[in-house]
Every structure is written in structure tokens, then in C-alpha cells.
């Protein structure tokens, strides 16, 4: 039997799929902790043990193509320009190729923040700064600084394209740089595709190699990208379809881990009531936020620390003493391969999952001010409306094995405390059932006809 296999190395489990060539089926699924510490083929090995005795057949592989958030992800220092304008866009352009921003400067560095830099272990830059034909002296600045800071690790060249010939006279020879178009070519007009495909040529290239990643390659067809960009790129072919099929339309997946919680939106997000004006930079179609202190084990303890004692009691955490929550929180830290068993342990993630589901819808969606013009009162939004959102679809361990998916999902629903929110009010509740949304990403890279069949046949109604 002819297949393909597909692999996601997550930041806490091994997770392989094997589909049919020639059907639109799942023929097996399995996982196992992720072995990043040591080699993370160990894992993989494991997972792929299981997996053989599932299908119980003698599958030959057309393709093996992998997709990773090992070791905490692909993480991105980035540098703009105005916090508000070129900083943003940079972001932006980070997030949406997969990655986790772990520091962001605008203005010009100084030698402090290179040094921060410098010891963060990101494993890339993001270097951007000034429309085309507009301010070059903050991006150049930069660019000096981060090479009198020895920094080593890969730049990506995003900024003002007046400076690329400056920057790549003072670069070359000493610097593993990369130039792509700008972010933010003109004044709120962001252009982050060509970035996000340059950070990912780069993870392709070089970042798998620094997550004990280095003999994985010999038994793939290929690792296409961190594990977000394929849930993303499994998000647009769901929303948008492909030439041959319609697509479900507006969609929102929320994606619960161990490390993170990721939330993913397609659709425009124009304002949904009258009387709303726009501010703020052009919100992408294909949007993506990534929120590293919420997660279900490694990010548990910063996730105790930004639901504070209101999302505790929201769901229901506040029974027993503050101390006992606390330290089922750290247990979870402490161990993050804890695996619920008791009722009362699945019922405490369970409530975690929620305060993460409500906390990232929160950050994702836009929001409205109240604003005073010389036509009445009007009300000013940013960020993207998803009041009137057609689908929201959950997916991460915590979803997948739930009794209760529906219910942890609702948490991203607008809620009545805060008014300025502009979350989801009664979309339909979909659950990545069979936990293969970062496959079919993949598998959208080689047929995006199958992608979407298979999509609709498995992303089921909770």
C-alpha cells in the first residue's frame, strides 16, 4: 500500500500520520514524547513503532514531510522602526511564518538590548525599519549595532529598501544575513508574505539543525516548516478552498499546547455594526498570534500568573485554597509529560484550557473604543471584528482528548465584563478530532484538493 507520512515534532509530543495515496483516509495515528533533550529520533522511533502496529500492512511511503515546534518553536527577535507602524509589521511577518517573537525593539539599539540580543538564543532576526524612500538612519544604526555585537545568528533584511545596498556593504563577509522585500513598504501598508517565505526557507535550511534535529533529514523527504505555519496554511486551504472546491468560508482555530496557545483567523474582520471606523494597520486575511505564556505545561506557571485570581474563579479554580491551585499549576510545570488520570486532574487542565482559549481569543480579537466626532457619537475599532465568526475549531491535546471540547471553546465567546471585545458571539464548534490539522497543512503542500476533502471528512461538529 502506497502512503504518505507525516510528521509533527511538538514541543511536547512526537505526533506521526500516515494517509492513504489513493483515498482520502487516515490509515493510522500515533505519537510519543518528543526526545528533544537527547535525539529527538528516539521519539519519533517510538511514535513510528505504534504506528506500524496500527495499520498492521507493509506501507510504502511516497513522502515523509515534517513539520517541528521542538525546543520551544522557531524563535525570532524582532526590530522595526515605531512600535505602532514598521515594529508591528515585523511582528506580524514573524508570527505568520511560524515563529515565537520572543523580544521585540523598535528605535534605535542600544548596547544593552544587543546584548540581550546577542544571549537570548533566538534563532533569528528580523531586521526591519522605514518605508521605501523614508527614514534610513534608525535601520543602518541598527545594522552597525548588531555587527560590532557579534551577533551570529541569521538577519532577515526587511526594511526601507533604500538601505539594502548600505546594509549589504556593511554585512557581507561577516554576517549570515538574508534581504527580502520590506514589511512595510509605504505608510499602514503592511507586505509580509515575502519575509514569512524567507524565514522559512531559513528554517528549512538551518534552524532544524539546532534542535538535536541534525540526523532526522536522512530518513525525510523533507521538514517544510515549523508546525504553526502548516496549521495556518491547513486553515487557509479550509477557509478559502482551492481552485476546484469552495472552501467553509470565515474561520478561527484556537490551538492549545504545552508551550503555547496559538490562534489563527481567516477572514477579513470589517466591521460587523455601523458607525465603526478603522485605525490602526490593515489586518491580514490570514492572521496569527502565538501567546507564550499561556500553555498547558512548559508556559503553566506564567499562565497561573496571567489569569490572575478573575480567570481563576471564572472557571472555577478557587474552591480550594490559593496554594493548592498554585501548586497543581507548578506540578504541571515541574512535569511536563503529567498525563491526567484522576477526575479531578482532568477537570483542573480542562479549566487551565479554558482560561488559555479565553485569554488568546482575547488578544486576537480587535477591540472598540468609544470616540466623539463631529457627527455623533462613532466608535473606533482595531484589530479584527469576529463578533459575527462562522467557525471556530479547536485543536491541541488537551481538545483532542476532552469529553468536553464544545465547552472549553465557548471560553473564547465574548463575554459580558468586557465590552470593548470584539470575540466570537455564536459561532459553530468544530474539533480537530483526530489531532491532524499541522498533516494536512502539509499534506496541502503536496495536493491541495486532498487537503481540503480530507478536512471537511475530519474536522468534525462537537
Same mark, same amino acid.
Given at each position: ?23 482520502? $483516509? ?6 510519543? +514524547? ?10 519519533? /522511533? ?10 498492521? #500492512? ?5 513522502? #515523509? ?21 514598521? %515594529? &508591528? ?10 515563529? /515565537? ?9 542600544? *548596547? ?6 546577542? =544571549?537570548? /538564543? ?21 545594522? *552597525? ?22 546594509? &549589504? ?8 544575513? +538574508? ?25 528549512? #535550511? ?6 538535536? %534535529? ?40 484556537? @490551538?492549545?499546547?504545552?508551550?503555547? =496557545? ?19 494597520? $490593515?489586518?491580514?486575511?490570514? #492572521? ?25 474563579? /471564572? ?6 485554597? @490559593?496554594?493548592?491551585? &498554585? ?16 477526575? !479531578?486532574?482532568?477537570?483542573? @487542565? ?26 455623533? %457619537?462613532?466608535?473606533?475599532? !482595531? ?26 471553546? $465557548? ?23 483526530? +489531532? ?11 495536493? &491541495? ?14
Amino acid at each position: 500500500m502506497e502512503a504518505f507520512l507525516f510528521i509533527d515534532f511538538g514541543s511536547t509530543y512526537t505526533k506521526l500520520t500516515a494517509i492513504s495515496a489513493e483515498g482520502d $483516509e487516515i490509515l493510522a495515528t500515533a505519537k510519543a +514524547y518528543t526526545t528533544v533533550a537527547t535525539d529527538v529520533m528516539e521519539g519519533y /522511533r517510538v511514535a513510528l513503532r505504534d504506528l506500524e502496529k496500527k495499520t498492521g #500492512k507493509e506501507i510504502t511511503y511516497l513522502k #515523509k514531510l515534517a513539520c517541528s515546534s521542538a525546543a520551544g518553536g522557531l524563535k525570532i527577535v524582532a526590530i522595526g522602526l515605531v512600535p505602532e507602524l514598521t %515594529m &508591528e509589521a515585523a511582528k506580524r511577518a514573524a508570527l505568520g511564518a511560524g515563529a /515565537r517573537v520572543t523580544q521585540v525593539y523598535s528605535f534605535q539599539l542600544n *548596547r544593552k538590548e544587543v546584548e540581550a540580543i546577542r =544571549t537570548s /538564543r533566538a534563532d533569528m532576526i528580523l531586521l526591519a525599519g522605514g518605508t521605501d524612500g523614508g527614514n534610513q538612519e534608525v535601520i543602518l544604526h541598527n545594522a *552597525r549595532m548588531l555587527k560590532e555585537g557579534n551577533i551570529e545568528i541569521p538577519i532577515v533584511v526587511a526594511g526601507n529598501k533604500s538601505c539594502q545596498d548600505a546594509i &549589504e556593504d556593511l554585512f557581507e563577509g561577516n554576517m549570515d544575513y +538574508y534581504m527580502t522585500e520590506n514589511v512595510m513598504p509605504s505608510l499602514n501598508t503592511i507586505n509580509v508574505t515575502p519575509a514569512r517565505e524567507t524565514i522559512r526557507g531559513i528554517f528549512m #535550511k538551518n534552524i532544524v539543525k539546532a534542535k538535536g %534535529m541534525v540526523h532526522v533529514e536522512e530518513f525525510l523527504s523533507g521538514i517544510l516548516m515549523p508546525t504553526p505555519a502548516a496549521v495556518l496554511k491547513a486553515a487557509e486551504v479550509f477557509s478559502r478552498g482551492t481552485r476546484n472546491e469552495d472552501g467553509i468560508g470565515d474561520l478561527a482555530i484556537i @490551538d492549545i499546547g504545552g508551550a503555547t =496557545t496559538d490562534v489563527h483567523s481567516v477572514c477579513e474582520g470589517a466591521p460587523s455594526k455601523p458607525s465603526v471606523i478603522l485605525r490602526g494597520l $490593515e489586518e491580514p486575511v490570514a #492572521k496569527r498570534t502565538v501567546e507564550g505564556d499561556l500553555g498547558m505545561r512548559y508556559s503553566a506557571l506564567s499562565l497561573y500568573e496571567a489569569a490572575g485570581r478573575r480567570y481563576l474563579k /471564572r472557571y472555577g479554580l478557587v474552591e480550594t485554597p @490559593d496554594q493548592a491551585v &498554585e501548586n497543581a499549576f507548578k506540578r504541571r510545570y515541574d512535569h511536563t509529560d503529567f498525563v491526567p488520570e484522576a477526575e !479531578e486532574d482532568v477537570k483542573f @487542565d480542562e479549566a487551565m484550557a479554558k482560561i488559555c482559549v479565553d485569554l488568546s481569543m482575547r488578544r486576537h480579537a480587535g477591540t472598540v473604543t468609544q470616540v466623539y466626532s463631529p457627527l455623533g %457619537m462613532m466608535y473606533s475599532q !482595531e484589530g479584527k471584528d469576529l463578533m459575527e465568526l462562522p467557525y471556530l475549531i479547536g485543536t491541541g491535546g488537551v481538545l483532542v482528548n476532552s469529553r468536553h471540547p464544545r465547552e472549553i471553546l $465557548e471560553a473564547a465567546l465574548f463575554h459580558e465584563e468586557e465590552l470593548d471585545s470584539l470575540k466570537p458571539r455564536h459561532p459553530k464548534y468544530l474539533v480537530d478530532e483526530h +489531532y491532524i490539522l499541522s498533516a494536512l497543512g502539509l499534506l496541502a503542500m503536496v495536493d &491541495e484538493d486532498k487537503a481540503l476533502r480530507m478536512l471537511k471528512k475530519y474536522i468534525i461538529t462537537c
